[in-house]
């Protein structure tokens, strides 16, 4: 049996897709939005036996990863699997060391999808680093005062960058940012600017199983319940659950891992932002 480890080159979609679908078991709409918006040949490690690929990894240019006014190129490796039948053989880990090793002229990134996956990745050289509040809310149906307003990719990159201003985060690239615009659009949801309290707030949400999930919502600490509450209601949704840059006092959980290993110490805790292997 041959096995090739390489780069994917045009004419692999219908091959990685398959594979994404054995491996994820996400719905030929959520896999197509994927490959039409930020893949590109040459942008997945594959590793195939007999001409079939098995295993792959997907490096993706994330944006720029901001720390102290600097801004430095970072890409994120995602939807890194081999098939079922497959597994236990080294091909994954094959796969994930070429991509690793194609990001490392800079900052790379992953979003572990459980628990388990940050000892995983912790043993190819990334590093716990950007952490995430999460909160579930109920409307009661109090009176909000307030506006939100659907916008642009690239006005909720102007908006979130001016509100992420201070912190150690990822600048997205827009590319990906058009990605999850796509995502919360197709759910019925969408990229908001929201004012509540005299506070400027973004948040990109999404509707999943009849309730607002608010995958980023960027807003100041005392008016974040009434942000996230006037944004599910403009999906009318009663029910949420949000995710946050952590404040002081927040209970917070490791989000995402990088390749550096002393960013993770930052005060307040790195941002990352949506997570291109969430668990849906």
Known sequence: MSEELRFSVP??????????????????????????????PGT???LSLDGQIVSAAYILKAGDFVRDGRWS????????????????????????????DAAASGFCAVCP?????????????????????????????????GSVTRVTVRGYAALREELLHGRTHID?????????????????????????????CCAAVEVRDGAAFLSEL???????SDAALLA????????LTLRTPPREGDRSRPFAMLSSPDAGSDSPLPWFGFSLDEQK
């Open 172 to 200: 997205f690239d827009v590319k990906l940012l058009e990605y999850l615009d796509a995502i919360c659009r197709a759910s019925g949801g969408g990229l908001y600017y929201i004012v509540t309290g005299g506070a400027r």
């Open 113 to 145: 999808g459980t628990e388990p996956l940050f000892g995983y990745f912790g043993r190819f050289g990334f590093h716990d680093c950007f952490a995430a509040a999460e909160e579930r809310l109920t409307d009661a149906g109090l009176p909000l005062a």
């Open 218 to 224: 960027i807003a100041p600490a005392e008016v974040r």
């Open 73 to 100: 190129p970072c890409r994120v490796i995602c939807a890194h699997g081999t098939r079922p039948d497959l597994r236990r053989r080294g091909y994954g880990r094959r796969v994930l060391e070429a991509a690793r």
């Open 11 to 40: 004419g692999d979609e219908e091959q990685l897709k398959a594979l994404w679908k054995a491996v994820f078991g996400d719905t030929d709409e959520y896999i197509d939005r994927f490959f039409k918006t930020v893949y590109t």
């Open 232 to 239: 599910a209601r403009c999906v009318r949704c009663r029910s």
């Open 44 to 46: 997945a490690a594959v």
